[in-house]
Every structure is written in structure tokens, then in C-alpha cells.
T-cell receptor, first 114, second 110 residues
Framework: KNQVEQSPQSLIILEGKNCTLQCNYTVSPFSNLRWYKQDTGRGPVSLTIMTFSENTKSNGRYTATLDADTKQSSLHITASQLSDSASYIC?????????????FGTGTRLLVSP | DAGITQSPRHKVTETGTPVTLRCHQTENHRYMYWYRQDPGHGLRLIHYSYGVKDTDKGEVSDGYSVSRSKTEDFLLTLESATSSQTSVYFCAIGSDGQAFFGQGTRLTVV
């Protein structure tokens, strides 16, 4: 069964510090992997999308990496800000399927403390 | 929010009553989706549409129906709401390359 597992479930860090969120998946083959940010009470917003052939993708202070051999991805947040407090969701798209077959992780809830 | 509006944003309803949630888009996108989000679960697809009057079931479609009579509107109906349908519902538009989510509807069935 295609699965996406994220760790940790929740994380508290001090403002200004860096952190790394993990995503392990069993989806194979896959076409792309996405990271979404979801603020409380809002819908998910795309941060990065990587194809299976890409190793890294950046969006400002957010950098996603992908290791297709180990089926792992990480999202690194640099110099965290209070506004980074949110849930971060890893999503994998199986190869040759549409958006309707996306496999979602349960997310990591990040709290950035002043 | 990429021109996606969900209504209502919050609703409390009684068990056994019908409920309809609306998703309206201004992007003229062909594909639209309804998801539910529950603690401990990733977003789960309920139904999706690939054009006017063209819909298909998702992973958790039991107890739900949808309709799409216009490109811009996608309706999700709970024919007879149950407590297990208490959830946050998200509409999305897009395709494999990129997708956008609405702000969600929090539905409580009491």
C-alpha cells in the first residue's frame, strides 16, 4: 500500500533556529513529491514540488531535498520565524496518475516560540 | 487562495439532516476535488470532477454525493449527515503540475 510517513509529529523550536522535517514514502514509482504548508484554519499552500529526478528545491528559507534511492525527503527551514508556525505536509504523486491519486502524509506540526 | 471560495466556512448540523457544501472557483479549471481532513489522517479524497457533469469517486466516497453543473461550482452533499462526517472539508483545483486549496469548511454533526 502506498504510504507517506512524516516525523516528528510535532516540534517546538526557538525563533531564529533551523529545523528539519522528515518524510519517508513507499510510493513507487512516483512522479513528484510536494511539500505544503498549512496554517491553522487555512488550506494547504504549496512550498515546493520536485520530480523524481530532482535532488533539491528551494523556496526562500525553505529547502526540500529528495533521495529517491532511500525514498526519503526532508524539508529544512532556515532562521525560523514566528510565521513558520504551521503544519507541514508531504505529498507524493504516483507515476502516471493524476492529482486524484495523491498520497498525503499526516503532517508535522511546527511551533516557533519567541 | 487562487480564486477558490468555500461556503459556508463553518456549519453545525444535526444527525440525519442533509448538508450541502459549495466550492466556487474563478480560475476556469477543469479539475476540482473535495477532501476531508481528520486528526491522524492525511487529506483523503472524497470525490472529484474532471469537467461539467463528469465526476468520480475518491477514497472515502460513502455517504457523499457531488454535482457539477457549471465549470465554476462543485457541490458536495451529505444526504443524511452522521457524526463520523464531522470533519474539515477542503476543495481543491488543479492537476498534477500544481494545485490550490480553498480555506476549508468546518462541519460539525451533533
Amino acid at each position: 500500500k502506498n504510504q507517506v510517513e512524516q516525523s516528528p509529529q510535532s516540534l517546538i523550536i526557538l525563533e531564529g533556529k533551523n529545523c528539519t522535517l522528515q518524510c519517508n514514502y513507499t510510493v513507487s514509482p512516483f512522479s513528484n513529491l510536494r511539500w505544503y504548508k498549512q496554517d491553522t484554519g487555512r488550506g494547504p499552500v504549496s512550498l515546493t514540488i520536485m520530480t523524481f529526478s530532482e535532488n533539491t528545491k528551494s523556496n526562500g528559507r525553505y529547502t526540500a531535498t529528495l533521495d529517491a534511492d532511500t525514498k526519503q525527503s526532508s524539508l529544512h527551514i532556515t532562521a525560523s520565524q514566528l510565521s513558520d508556525s504551521a503544519s507541514y505536509i508531504c505529498v507524493v504523486s504516483p507515476m502516471n496518475t493524476g492529482f486524484q491519486k495523491l498520497v498525503f502524509g499526516t503532517g508535522t506540526r511546527l511551533l516557533v516560540s519567541p | 487562495d487562487a480564486g477558490i471560495t468555500q461556503s459556508p466556512r463553518h456549519k453545525v448540523t444535526e444527525t440525519g439532516t442533509p448538508v450541502t457544501l459549495r466550492c466556487h472557483q474563478t480560475e476556469n479549471h477543469r479539475y476540482m476535488y473535495w477532501y476531508r481532513q481528520d486528526p491522524g489522517h492525511g487529506l483523503r479524497l472524497i470525490h472529484y470532477s474532471y469537467g461539467v457533469k463528469d465526476t468520480d469517486k475518491g477514497e472515502v466516497s460513502d455517504g457523499y454525493s457531488v454535482s457539477r453543473s457549471k465549470t465554476e461550482d462543485f457541490l458536495l452533499t451529505l444526504e443524511s449527515a452522521t457524526s463520523s462526517q464531522t470533519s474539515v472539508y477542503f476543495c481543491a483545483i488543479g492537476s498534477d503540475g500544481q494545485a490550490f486549496f480553498g480555506q476549508g469548511t468546518r462541519l460539525t454533526v451533533v
